[in-house]
């Protein structure tokens, strides 16, 4: 009987394009190698996350909704003997550049959301999507199915390049410089994969912002901000460098205040290979580009991209581009057309109209926020939704870095029946960009960093806000909650009016959750500031917290003043006054519910919390060199099993070289990169130097390598193939017994 797996390549045969498929066809095989115990844990998850796979956090087998996890049980394991548990399911995320999305994804992503997880897919602060409690032995027919409809998970997570983020509206903004859509998308799709970009510290962030006033894409708070800009006719842009939340926020720096079009790629590609070089590769605490400039400085920082941009090799890419970038145009599917109101009035729709729909500065048209409570979104309201956006607009939808969806180019005439169809579907509820439409990370739910319950607390604001309605003053309605599980900035709390962060507290002999309760910061201007923490505050008294400041702001500011310029005003003293006293909690036995967190009904506790996943361990190009080979020694006993011997005699000797050539690269010892210029470097610098030698046979493994290259093209038949395999694979295991040997020299030294 066929796998899901199997099924699945075979139904898309043809269909998927041709770099996704073998990319999907490789992770696939690295997941066997893995369950059979012939990968090294350290690597595999490395792998694994740079292909968006992710563990997530189980509590005692328990979801905080009640339902039960199932565990994953292999058949081995190489860390812990067979027949023991390798892993549960996790979350999967996916790679959606600047949010664009159509409508066939949209039911795509319904799907697998409904086949493979539980039915609801999360949209995410970098206009990701995620899918969670998805089994590893599924994530390659899911992306089979992902890439079927032109979607990527490659390097959603690890120690990569990101998912390069967008305004939600550039190419309708009424304030942009220009639309910065097809810059997004070309250098997403640049760095994707490239060879500069594999061998980083820790992750590296990128956004387009189309003007600076506006929080857009958040240019700020990301190792590469670029900011769209024209001089003298010319589009560019003021980029910034070394932005970054976590732990330790820092705002970003300009490197340039306006880089040509033309110079977007070879500059970006310039900068990772700079952070590649001298970016933190041990401790992943000071691994962010911001470190790096931190510790040489932005001057010397430019001189040294300066100087990569001059030695870079030229590549068609960096312009090839350029030329399409006119064409690369949005239309509405119906003319633009003004709303017409008859009948009588609808307050609700008067409601969702006045905080949902943007005039775009096409006349006629409109972009309509979907509010997305928690980001979260059912397969269902997905199918509905790209119904929707066949029905009015030409499939133009976007995700935002708010967790919220934005369909565009909507003619205003047809807001009314929108609106009613989006009531159908549960997808109308107004508030979106206000007070009510809160930010948060998945924190304790399923992130093995989670502290706190953020999302239990956002949840709960929510419900409190919206009780109030319309009672609420419009100063009050305009600002920003945001809310993360711990210090580490997932819900963006840095950058909010009021934001919240995730830590505990021992009283009374127990371990209660609290948060941080951070003010100052600054949304607009693209992330313009960040806020500070004043004080920890028992997460039940956070709804309380939010209630004090906000009558205070409200009884306290000047006019026109807003919530920033307030709290910069009266002080962090003054601040933290408010809030003081609320830092009480009661014992145990006179109020139990402090003991309890947000959505979870039992007692609260830290044991749940387990080693993040962000970006993995530092793999070193070399280990992944020859887990590549491994994979690919593991594919010629497919082929040999699939009866193409000529194949599978290939890819034995190509995983030879590939694992010679990793060494070579790995001690820096140039070479021809043809097959015999690999031969010739890797017998002068490790045969005859006698580094390959196995103390109980010699070189006899390097042999092996030596003699598949002088008879590669010859034809093999079955026995002949399956011994190249097998000799590929000792001289794959002696390459990885050569590089444990001279790395412990090295060290030893």
């Excluded at 240019?219 to 900011?227: F, K, L, Q, R, W």
């Excluded at 419009?474 to 830590?503: M, P, T």
């Excluded at 070579?664 to 390959?692: C, H, Q």
Aim: charged fraction near 25%.
């Amino acid at each position: 009987m066929k796998t899901s797996n199997a099924l699945w390549k075979e139904c898309l045969q043809g269909r998927l394009p041709q770099a996704l498929a073998a990319e999907v066809d490789k992770f696939e095989s690295e997941v066997l190698l893995k369950k059979q115990g012939k990968i090294d844990d350290k690597v595999f998850a490395e792998t694994r996350l740079r292909r968006g796979s992710y563990g997530q956090r189980y509590d005692n087998g328990q979801r905080h909704d009640g339902r039960e996890t199932q565990k994953l049980t292999y058949p081995s394991d190489n860390t812990k003997g067979p027949g023991t548990l390798w892993d549960a399911p996790g979350m999967q995320r996916i790679k959606i550049p600047f949010g664009g999305l159509n409508a066939t994804q949209l039911e795509t992503l319904g799907e697998l959301a409904e086949e493979y997880s539980d039915g609801i897919a999360h949209v995410t602060t970098r206009q990701d999507f995620q899918l969670h409690f998805i089994h590893i032995e599924d994530t390659p027919a899911l992306m089979r199915r992902l890439a079927a409809a032109g979607i990527t998970t490659r390097e959603a997570c690890g120690n990569t390049v990101r998912n390069v983020t967008g305004c939600p509206i550039a190419g309708v903004c009424r304030t942009e410089a220009f639309d910065v859509t097809p810059y997004a998308k070309a250098l997403a799709y640049f760095l994707l994969g490239h060879p500069d970009t594999q061998d980083f510290g820790r992750k590296f962030k990128i956004s387009f912002s189309g003007c600076s006033e506006e929080a857009c894409a958040l240019a700020h708070i990301h190792d590469i901000g670029a900011v769209a800009e024209v001089r003298e006719g010319r589009r560019g842009f003021a980029f910034y460098v070394g932005g970054g939340l976590g732990t330790v926020p820092q705002q970003a720096k300009l490197l340039s205040d306006f880089v040509p079009e033309e110079e977007l790629l070879p500059l970006a590609q310039a900068i990772c290979r700079v952070f590649a070089r001298l970016g933190e590769k041990k401790n992943r605490n000071t691994a962010r580009l911001k470190f790096v400039i931190q510790k040489i400085g932005l001057q010397e920082f430019q001189r040294l991209v300066s100087e990569e941009r001059k030695v870079l090799t030229p590549d068609a890419r960096w312009t090839d581009y350029l030329k399409d970038v006119p064409a690369d145009k949005e239309e509405g599917r119906k003319p633009g057309a003004l709303l017409q109101i008859s009948g009588p009035a609808d307050a609700g729709f008067d409601r969702w109209q006045s905080t949902n729909v943007y005039r775009q500065k096409q006349a006629g048209y409109a972009t309509v926020t979907i509010t997305l409570p928690l980001g979260d979104i059912t397969a269902d309201q997905l199918r509905a939704l790209a119904d929707i956006a066949r029905k009015y607009t030409t499939e133009t939808l976007r995700t935002t870095v708010e967790q919220n969806m934005v369909l565009r180019w909507v003619s205003e005439a047809d807001l009314p029946a929108l609106y009613a169809d989006l009531q159908a579907a549960e997808l109308a509820q107004p508030g979106a960009g206000t007070i009510v439409d809160i930010v948060s990370c998945p924190g304790t739910d399923t992130c093995k960093l989670g502290i706190s319950s953020s999302r239990g607390l956002a949840a709960e604001l929510r419900a409190r806000l919206l009780a109030k309605g319309y009672e609420l003053d419009e100063a009050i309605r305009g600002l920003h909650i945001k809310i993360s599980g711990c210090f580490n900035s997932c819900g963006q709390h840095h950058v909010a009016d009021l934001g919240f962060y995730g830590v505990n507290r021992n009283k009374n002999g127990y371990t209660v959750p609290h948060f941080q309760v951070v003010l100052g910061g600054k949304w607009e201007e693209n992330g313009g500031a960040y806020g500070l923490a004043i004080g920890a505050v028992p997460s039940k008294r956070i709804p309380e917290t939010v209630d004090r400041i906000t009558s205070r702001y409200l009884e306290e500011r000047n006019p026109g003043e807003s919530f920033h310029a307030y709290a910069k005003r009266i002080g962090k003293a003054a601040l933290k006054a408010m809030i003081d006293d609320l830092a009480y909690v009661p014992p145990h036995d006179a109020d139990r519910s402090f003991y309890i967190d947000w959505s979870d009904a039992r007692e609260y506790t830290i044991g749940d919390i387990g080693i993040g996943e962000c970006a993995g361990e530092v793999v070193t190009p070399i280990e992944f060199q020859l887990t590549a080979c491994e994979r690919e020694a593991f594919e010629a006993q497919l082929a040999l099993e699939a009866g193409d011997v000529g194949k599978a005699a290939r890819t034995a000797y190509e995983a030879m070289r590939n694992a010679a050539a990793g060494l070579l690269n790995w001690r820096v010892i140039p070479f021809d990169p043809t097959p015999e210029g690999i031969m010739r470097a890797f017998k002068g610098a490790f045969y005859d130097s006698e580094l390959f030698f196995d103390p109980f046979v010699g070189g006899k493994f390097a042999q092996y390598y030596f003699a598949a290259h002088e008879h590669r093209n010859e034809t093999y038949d079955g026995e002949k193939a399956h011994r190249l395999i097998e000799e590929a694979q000792l001289f794959i295991e002696a390459a990885h017994a050569c590089y444990g040997k001279l790395s412990a020299q090295a060290v030893a030294a």
